[in-house]
């Protein structure tokens, strides 16, 4: 049986051979994750009570809290995640990506644009595919706030707020994606052998571009940042940037709590001009959801603050200075260079392969472009389905490299004497973000870029007893 179907296998065309590939893997990874998902899934029903090393640290309520929500967050992860599945496959059995493409050459046509106008017709084609995925993830995107996120407790978002917030995102995203996409594929016309170099070099400057941007002129278009106001706090995180040389020019904080109570805080910049992005939702002093709300507040505040819960949350001045000096720890520690460097090596090697690719007819054939060979069906194609399992063996790959950054940056807050505070501030974080600390093994080492709670607590609490 197995010589027969190796035969029959042989006999199918290439581009038949290609496409039975592409569907092959991509549901032999949902149908992995899945079994991951299923183990972890196993792990939130069974776990009913806290174990007895974690009694110290989480209460019984807590416990049951973030049991629940993620359970919730699995089953959800699970039913959206097999609609992703299945509605990919139908794209590609029905011929969606040929179909996309033809009617983007009748827009552009109408509009004066002929066959020859090859880019026009790819930013079309983009501007019709990326509002396809938003209109088709939308139903899933507001069930997660409205549902999930609000039955337990995080979602600060009125109805009007998410979808002003979601236009705004899908228009930005336009503004940007079309004009550098555009760039991208006139560059590997006119790039003539040695493309690749060029577009590589273009996609690193547009990256570098980005980040530079991101924080000053792109983020405030949907959370307000206001410079953190002098104090005590402010002092403090000067002193410690200074201690360690960390050039830092400003200390902002945004305003997390309008959409969500989960807590973070980020730093971005280049060479001598860093700064420090702190949610409000991190500072026990500062969060929204500690206070009263105020009277007179413009309607769009009232009713999400209306909609807060009644709770303590976030932390304590040292504890988020600990917070801090695990995060300045990546910088010390090159953790960003590094990332960086990886990141465009394999950007690199990638656009090497694409242009060693991009004159096999075959590929394109594969997915019903018999007569032509678009560009960017080629970047999509090449990127998106044949990079697949190399793809999957990277993303493990990273994981594995993050978790051993953050036991790093933790060890580094702990050289400043901050492991006392980081311990606590770690146990406050998942408590205010629910998160759950018993999980399946397989899917903690497939998954989880931070190393679990409990591990972190474990290589922290050797300094905190010195």
Known sequence: AMALSGDLWAELPAERRIFCSVLLFSWAVYLWEAFLAHR????????THVPQELGQIMDSETFEKSRLYQLDKSTFSFWSGLYSEVEGTMILLCGGIPFLWKLSGQISGRAGFGP?????????????????SAVTGLPWSLYNTFVIEEKHGFNQQTLGFFFKDAIKKFVVTQCILLPVTSLLLYIIKIGGDYFFIYAWLFTLVVSLVL????????APLFDKFIPLPEGELKQQIEVMAKSIDFPLTKVYVVEGSKRSSHSNAYFYGFFKNKRIVLFDTL????????????????GEN????SK????????????????????????????TVKNIIISQMNSFLCFFLFAVLIGQKELFAAFGFYDTQPTLIGLMIIFQFIFSPYNEVLSFCLTVLSRRFEFQADAFAKELGKAKDLYSALIKLNKDNLGFPVSDWIFSMWHYSHPPLLERLQALKDAKQE
């Not at 972890?40 to 776990?47: G, N």
């Not at 500072?283 to 413009?298: H, I, R, V």
């Open 308 to 335: 807060t819960k009644n709770k303590k949350q976030g932390c304590k001045n040292e504890e988020v200075l600990a917070v801090l000096g695990h995060e300045l720890g990546h910088w010390k520690l090159g953790h």
């Open 40 to 47: 972890q899934r196993r792990v939130y029903r069974t776990t």
């Open 302 to 305: 009232e009713e999400t603050k």
């Open 211 to 218: 980040v530079t941007i991101y924080a000053d002129y792109i």
């Open 116 to 132: 020859e106008y090859e880019i026009v017709q790819s930013l079309v084609f983009l501007l019709l595919a990326t509002l396809f």
């Open 283 to 298: 500072l026990e002093e500062y969060s929204a959801l500690n206070k009263e709300p105020a009277e007179g507040e413009d």
